[in-house]
């Protein structure tokens, strides 16, 4: 399959979609949404495949939650969140393509970080998933700390912040240090690791819980309880449209404090509370080139966070990644729910 796919039902006109006046009259101060809408599809850059994140499956369908992120803002932007162009990249890339203008948005496990943003000229869009570093090991190894790892050689991808972290963490410790060895793909990092050339895999717990699902035998393998970094994975886009950064930056907020507005609402309320959401959001579409129907069109696609996570992440999923720090704040979570009106 192309790195760049797209679902058969994008292909339709422009003149059939929800958005289609608002397309005809949005000013030229969007140039990134003139450009999404001339397409008729959103470009996204997501990882060549992480289950619970993003993966093409035998149909030719994305999941995960990246993927329905990108879902997201194409039902916003499209009114159709089918309506998007799959740029899958290893994790050197991710950046890259974005800034060569091969894609829109930039949605795969990418930690936000300092050096990325001031680096690059990116900006976050917000954090997708808070994670930390992790470590998965064979099953039946003695292995229950990551300093039980000092000196061993541990499989980490290209591209990631993973290397960095484990010079620092072990460095800190005293402890010998490790040897990395970088993979271009998530597969090739799978396969050592999986070989028993390297004695872990590190990686973003999330992503690990779904790297071990793909083993033939993931109940010979665990993922340790340890965390060694702060690992907030956003959405990124370019720094040259402020208008499509704040689109995709509300799109993101919409998805939390829909969750927010159903918790409130009780048992029961569900519809009520979504159509409420969707009513305060709505008016302040045309102030970011969308018409007053974008925020009920990506609950209808997608549903709040917790709807994303739990499809993809959590019980629903077969992973049964608890949400922890993925929460909302009044579960003790990270996630805060930003007033929309």
């Not at 050689?153 to 410790?173: D, F, I, K, P």
Request: net charge negative; hydrophobic share 45%.
């Amino acid at each position: 399959m192309s790195t760049a796919t797209r679902t058969a039902t994008t292909a339709r006109s422009r003149t059939d979609s929800p958005v289609a006046a608002a397309t005809e009259t949005a000013p030229a101060r969007f140039p990134t949404l003139d450009e999404v809408r001339g397409r008729n599809a959103l470009r996204a850059v997501v990882s060549r495949g992480i289950v619970g994140l993003s993966l093409c499956g035998p149909d030719g369908r994305w999941t995960g939650l990246d993927a329905d992120v990108a879902r997201a803002v194409a039902a916003a932007v499209l009114g159709d969140a089918e309506a998007v162009e799959w740029v899958a990249s290893d994790p050197a890339e991710r950046l890259e393509r974005l800034v060569a203008r091969e894609a829109e948005l930039t949605v795969c496990n990418l930690t936000w970080t300092l050096g990325r943003e001031a680096g690059w000229p990116v900006l976050f869009a917000g954090v997708t998933c808070y994670d930390g570093e992790g470590f998965l090991v064979r099953g039946d190894s003695q292995i229950a700390d990551p300093a039980q790892l000092a000196g061993a050689r541990l499989a980490v991808q290209a591209g990631t912040t993973s290397a960095a972290n484990l010079a620092s963490w072990y460095g800190r410790r005293g402890l010998a240090p490790v040897e990395a060895v970088a993979f271009a793909t998530p597969a090739r990092t799978l396969a050592a690791y999986a070989s028993g050339e390297c004695a872990a895999y590190v990686l973003d717990r999330t992503a690990l819980a779904g790297e071990r699902a793909a083993l033939p035998d993931p109940w010979n393998h665990r993922v340790l309880d340890t965390s060694i970094s702060r690992e907030p994975m956003g959405a990124a886009v370019r720094d040259d449209d402020p208008h499509w950064y704040r689109l995709c930056r509300w799109v993101l907020q919409l998805l939390t404090a829909a969750e927010h507005q159903v918790d409130e609402a009780g048992s029961g309320h569900r519809a009520e509370a979504l159509a409420e959401a969707a009513r305060l959001a709505g008016p302040h579409g045309p102030a970011v080139g969308l018409d007053e129907q974008w925020a009920a069109r990506v609950l209808a696609a997608v549903g709040t966070y917790a709807d994303c996570y739990e499809r993809n992440l959590g019980g629903a999923s077969g992973l049964g990644v608890p949400r922890g720090l993925n929460e909302l704040w009044t579960r003790g979570g990270l996630h805060y729910a930003v007033p929309l009106h």
